[in-house]
């Protein structure tokens, strides 16, 4: 009979396909941002604005959301979530309005996201995998958000040349149903010793939190993540547009989305692999800098769907390869007992960086008529991260504490 997998193990297969569903819905709202904005007539930055009021109750919902599922387990806010998601897409297809767009794709689909990614999943597995595996888990499930990028952005402007944006964001709506299914799997969260240690012994939430705020290392994790947010949303959502600018046909651009998706299916396995060999900030450090160089040679050369698709490839081997190292460095500084709460905070800086990429990437468009500012603004980013993960202090709390007292 053939063996049968640890628990660890089948969690992490399972949050895997969850995220890939809902990572790769998220990730094909950038082939949509024309056709909305045609459709409402409205401009590139109105629907730029909306997508990063998405990203921020995204970014907003992660503390919350992360201290309820260390509490309570994940599947009860997974078939929420789910829930909302689709309702959120099948809104989308009836407004007529601004006000509508930002209230069913910024708030509604925001909120659900919140509930069924990174922080809600990785709540999930802190408790069950090994600690020696919880860097491979966690770059495990990234890859799987990847994976649904890789799947889905094509998938979408398929959809699109077959039927109305509307209908292609039903059938969109639809498949995130599946999510309700790889729910089930998950049981109420574990009580055993060994997910209750911790370097936070506190029962309560409110000192936890102001223990990792005092941290000098959580407040730098916190702005490079920052940075990771600006990055994702800048080119998830706006290089469609900016190839559109340069005559690049509307599938090579969506193929150079699936292409980062793809590469990052590679990226996150190998840095989730390296968080448990190495110094997390090194790799961090040198996963930033490696960003801007990328950066600098893609603005060095003329824009070409072969230029595209060289830096879909070599930005997805970097993309999300920050997340398993961030939230691994946020369980090596405090334990795994409120992962969910701490790498929610975490999240939520990402969030704020995302939403700054997302609206400012129309807003300067509208008004210079070139994405240039936004994409020299990322790369002196890229550097800024690049350094914060040199001098950042990852030494865990009790550490500290020791030598304090």
């Known amino acids: 009979m053939p063996k049968r997998l640890p628990m ?53 919902g992660q503390p919350f959301i992360g201290a309820l599922a260390d509490r309570r387990g994940v599947r009860p806010i997974l078939m929420l979530g789910v829930l909302l ?27 659900a996201q919140s509930m069924t990614t990174f922080v809600v999943i990785f709540s999930a597995l802190g408790a069950l995998v090994p600690t020696q595996r919880r860097g491979l888990a966690f770059g495990l499930v990234t890859a799987g958000g990847s994976l649904g990028m890789f799947a889905f ?28 299914l790889f729910a089930l799997a998950f049981r109420p969260r574990p009580t055993s010793s060994s997910s209750q240690a911790a370097a936070l012994p506190s029962s309560s939430l409110k000192p936890v939190i102001a223990t990792a705020l005092r941290h000098p290392g959580y407040l730098l994790l916190n702005l490079g993540f920052f940075v990771c947010g600006f990055h994702v949303a800048f080119i998830a959502i706006h290089f469609p547009a900016y190839l559109a600018d340069y005559a690049v046909a509307p599938f090579v651009a969506a193929s150079a989305l699936a292409v980062i998706g793809l590469a990052n299916v590679v990226g996150s396995y190998l840095f989730g692999a390296l968080s448990d060999r190495f110094v997390k900030k090194r790799v961090l450090s040198a996963l930033y800098f490696a960003r801007a160089v990328v950066f600098v040679l893609f603005l060095l050369v003329p824009v070409t769907g072969t230029s595209a698709l060289v830096f879909g490839f070599a930005i997805g081997l970097l993309w999300l390869g920050t997340v398993p190292l961030t939230s691994g460095l946020v369980a090596q500084l405090f334990g795994v007992r409120y992962l969910g709460t701490l790498y929610g905070i ?11 990429g997302a609206w400012l990437g129309g807003a300067v468009y509208d008004l210079t008529g070139s994405y240039l500012p936004v994409w020299n603004t990322a790369l002196a980013l890229s550097l800024v991260a690049a350094f914060i993960h040199v001098i950042l202090d990852d030494r865990p709390v009790r550490s500290l504490q020791e030598q304090r007292a």
């Open 85 to 111: 998601y689709a309702l959120g897409l099948w809104g989308v297809t009836l407004v007529t309005n601004v006000w509508g767009l930002l209230l069913t794709l910024g708030l509604v689909v925001g909120l």
């Open 153 to 180: 952005v094509p998938l979408a402007q398929i959809l699109l040349s077959m039927m109305p944006w509307q209908g292609a964001l039903v059938s969109l709506a639809l498949l995130i149903l599946l999510i309700l």
């Open 346 to 356: 975490v999240f939520l800086s990402h969030q704020v960086g995302a939403f700054l």
């Open 8 to 60: 660890w193990a089948t969690a992490t297969l399972y949050g895997t396909l969850i995220v890939a569903l809902s990572m790769g819905v998220r990730q094909t709202f950038g082939v949509f941002l024309l056709p909305i904005s045609e459709t409402l007539e409205i401009g590139r930055s109105q629907v730029s604005l909306t997508l990063a009021v998405q990203n921020l109750i995204f970014g907003l």
